[in-house]
């Protein structure tokens, strides 16, 4: 980390990696195999982090790692189409239907930047619409009131982002349907960008009328909704928040889960909108890497073997680690609320569950630090952040779940 700090803004690749949300120093990950890494030192760890969701079957999976090896002896990059884009994309849509056609990028942010591109040239209005506490990348017009790093770290609308862009970002409280409604009043918006499940202030659910109710208004005022699946996508159902709560976005944005491990992500949505995107249409976008066969054949490996029962598994064992956690925290009387929707879950310390990001910066952030670095003293990595989404994967077994929620009440006492 000392030779880090002189080559990287804070010694990292991504800010939320330097532990400056919990302090301390963050560990060095040399391996990861199935439910647990090893840093540099020897120590092992069950991980909870995944990547930041990405590896929802655990560390190194035989069978995806045999299909990159595949690739990659065919040739790393062509820049030119290959048979795994059309496979990995026709995987997509047998999941997703409403996705009718798509466009591979390499980060999450590039497919939340361009769907949104796409909605203002669709509508031809300037504004988008999206929620206090959600992460939707570091493009400029996602940097005002963001989730993630931005929340973590308590760092305001980033310098760097111009007024005049940031003022074309409307914010609304998640869960709350009448500032929404004010909001679309007020102004000409192109696009409603939401997290079906925030997973960037913590792990805060939609209530039931929620997603709906954004549908409705959406169509009532003339704008597209934008689900941003890009952590929630494949994890907290077989086919996405759509199969989860039987609402249609007009786009969705995808990735982690669609890489394997690899970097990988795709915006697409309804026939006509996407037909908008060069070269079929003239809104411009493009990229080197995007749809490299690395990544296409991580991904399809990856989406192979997510089968429904792979689903199912995750999501009982993900709902006893959640219940474990809870019933820990009632037996040593600690104010604590956590959830799951599939293998995606998150916990606060605090008594009352969490609707939005005003309720989750008032649940107990220092005793989260405590346990945080209690529970990696024994052995259980997860989020450095009192403001991320937490993740199991197919590899986590009981086994390990039990021994998960051993080492966590032995830390939560630690914790105080």
Request: glycine fraction near 10%; charge should be negative.
């Amino acid at each position: 980390m000392e030779r880090a700090r002189t080559l990287f803004p804070g010694g990292v690749s991504s800010p939320v990696r330097a532990f400056r949300g919990v302090g301390g120093e963050p560990f060095v990950v040399d391996r990861g195999k199935g439910s647990r890494i090893w840093d540099a030192d020897g120590r092992e760890y069950i991980d909870y982090v995944l990547s930041w969701g990405p590896l929802v079957l655990g560390h190194a999976p035989d069978r995806v790692l045999e299909a990159v090896e595949r690739a990659m002896r065919k040739g790393t990059s062509f820049g030119i189409p290959t048979e795994l884009e059309v496979e990995l994309g026709e995987r997509i849509v047998e999941r997703m239907p409403h996705v009718e056609m798509m466009r591979f990028v390499s980060s999450g942010t590039e497919a939340t930047m361009s769907a949104v591109r796409v909605a203002r040239a669709a509508t031809q209005r300037d504004v988008i619409l999206k929620f206090d506490g959600c992460y939707h990348g570091h493009a400029d017009s996602f940097l005002v009131r963001a989730g993630s790093g931005v929340a973590t770290l308590g760092l305001p609308n980033s310098p760097g982002v111009p007024d005049a862009l940031a003022a074309l970002t409307v914010v609304a409280p998640f869960n709350d349907l009448a500032s929404v409604e004010s909001l679309l009043r007020s102004y000409s918006v192109a696009a409603i960008i939401v997290e079906p499940i925030v997973g960037n202030s913590g792990f805060i659910p939609p209530d039931p009328a929620f997603l709906p109710g954004l549908r409705a208004l959406a169509d009532a005022h003339g704008a597209l909704l934008i689900f941003d699946e890009v952590m929630t996508g494949f994890r907290i159902a077989y086919g996405g928040a759509r199969e989860r709560f039987g609402v249609t976005a007009d786009l969705t944005t995808l990735g982690k889960v669609i890489g394997g491990g690899l970097p990988v992500a795709v915006y697409g949505g309804r026939r006509d909108l996407m037909e908008r995107v060069a070269p079929a249409g003239n809104v411009y976008q493009a990229g080197t890497l995007s749809g490299n066969p690395l990544a296409m054949a991580a991904g399809l490996a990856t989406l192979e073997l997510l089968t429904p029962d792979v689903q199912s598994r995750m999501t009982r064992r993900t709902e006893r680690l959640v219940q474990g956690l809870r019933e820990i925290a009632a037996r040593r009387r600690v104010p604590f609320t956590a959830d799951s929707a599939g293998s995606m879950w998150g916990f606060f310390f605090r008594a009352e569950p969490v609707r939005s990001f005003s309720d989750a910066k008032t649940a107990d952030v220092e005793r989260f630090k405590r346990f945080f670095h209690a529970a990696l003293e024994r052995g259980v990595y997860l989020a450095p952040s009192a403001f991320e989404a937490g993740f199991t994967s197919d590899a986590h077994s009981d086994a390990d779940i039990e021994e998960t929620l051993g080492r966590l009440d032995d830390a939560m006492a630690a914790a105080g």
